[in-house]
């Protein structure tokens, strides 16, 4: 049993000819969308035949390719296994479409990968190390469709002109969100030609997004997967369409990593059920909705993400370093916050410390 890497490593010598395109390559593609490529892969409105990861070798700059720290070691180590393999080396990368903007809180990146001998995938990369990008994910809370949603959509729209054929969509994380609202939020034309949705641990969608589109539409072609102790992936989620897999790590967020979900053959392994953690979060989750409304939501992340900012901090990776800590900044965003929405936080308090209780 291993991981990602792993498998590129054991099943690299396997052309998709001699072995179909399956869960796993997806996850591997999803995370291969966080590397930035940025200035390797030709942009959209370019009619480029595209480039192989072979090719963007000798045009990509490491450091800028495997900025994000935290998981650069990882990265990298997939980066070489799928480099040196015959299954993803001559995979071709096109239609790199990029936003990085605060004015509209929006961080995005998609492109297409045309593995040979296997249908085009859609990638959606998920939320980096950026605050906006965080930021952006809390937003999902109460604001949805949001500029990210919006692009997906139309980034769909317009590379499906650019492709033949049926394809596929993938992400993890938001890239998951993303890759299931851009078939949601477009017209059958486009449904018809897709052949799968991976979706890996993203989160789900407010219910009025689900009433308000067509989603009996796709739910067949959703194959959605969450570690047993999911914090992402369960939230807001009622459709119960998700498979369980099991993952190393020992719960909480730290499953959400893609590198430690286990990998047995050509699949992940399964677990029988979600665990307690993620049941108990996924019940104070939809508690917090209930009390609070999209407003108040609202108010507490722009107190604490307005501290954020105050401190000049662009990154996870910054606040990890202690960058512009601050106790007193976050206090004082509680303060500021309105007495309402104040015992409102006190009560998704108290149920979460009861939570915590039942853990025991």
């Avoid at 067509?214 to 999911?230: A, M, N, Q, T, Y």
């Amino acid at each position: 049993m291993g991981n990602i890497i792993d498998y590129v490593k054991e099943y690299g010598d396997k052309a998709f000819s001699d072995m179909a395109f399956n869960e796993v390559d997806g996850l591997v593609l999803s995370q291969f969308a966080y590397f930035k490529w940025e200035n390797v892969i030709p942009e959209l409105p370019e009619n480029a035949v595209g480039i192989t990861l072979n090719e963007m070798a000798e045009k990509m700059q490491e450091a800028e390719v495997f900025s994000y720290e935290r998981y650069a070691r990882d990265n990298r180590l997939l980066w070489d296994a799928m480099l040196g393999s015959k299954r993803y080396g001559n995979i071709r990368c096109n239609y790199l479409s990029s936003s990085l903007r605060k004015d509209v809180e929006v961080q995005f990146c998609a492109f297409v990968a045309t593995p040979p001998d296997a249908l085009p995938v859609v990638l959606f990369r998920g939320t980096d190390e950026t605050i906006l990008g965080w930021k952006e994910d809390y937003n999902m809370s109460f604001d949805t469709p949001m500029a990210g949603h919006r692009l997906a959509s139309l980034y769909l729209k317009q590379v499906v002109l650019r492709i033949e054929g049926d394809f596929v969509i993938a992400g993890h994380s938001k890239g998951g969100n993303l890759a299931v609202f851009s078939a949601l939020d477009n017209d059958d034309t486009i449904r018809k030609r897709i052949f799968k949705i991976y979706d890996y641990d993203g989160p789900h969608f407010r219910q009025e997004i689900i009433e308000e589109r067509d989603f009996p539409g796709i739910r067949e072609k959703i194959h959605k997967l969450i570690p047993e102790s999911s914090v992402v992936g369960i939230m807001l989620e009622t459709e119960h369409l998700y498979e369980i897999v099991k993952s190393r790590a020992f719960g909480g967020v730290r499953q959400h990593y893609p590198y430690t979900w286990i990998v047995e053959g050509c699949k992940f392994k399964r677990a029988n059920k979600l665990d307690r953690t993620s049941l108990r979060l996924n019940e104070l989750l939809n508690e917090s909705a209930k009390l609070m409304t999209n407003e108040q939501i609202e108010v507490v992340g722009s107190s604490i993400f307005g501290i954020i900012e105050e401190n000049d901090i662009a990154t996870t990776e910054e606040i990890l370093k202690g960058k512009g800590k601050s106790a007193a900044g976050f206090i004082r965003a509680i303060r500021d916050i309105d007495d309402v929405t104040k015992e409102k936080l006190k009560e998704i308090f108290i149920k979460f410390m009861k939570i915590l209780y039942k853990l025991k």
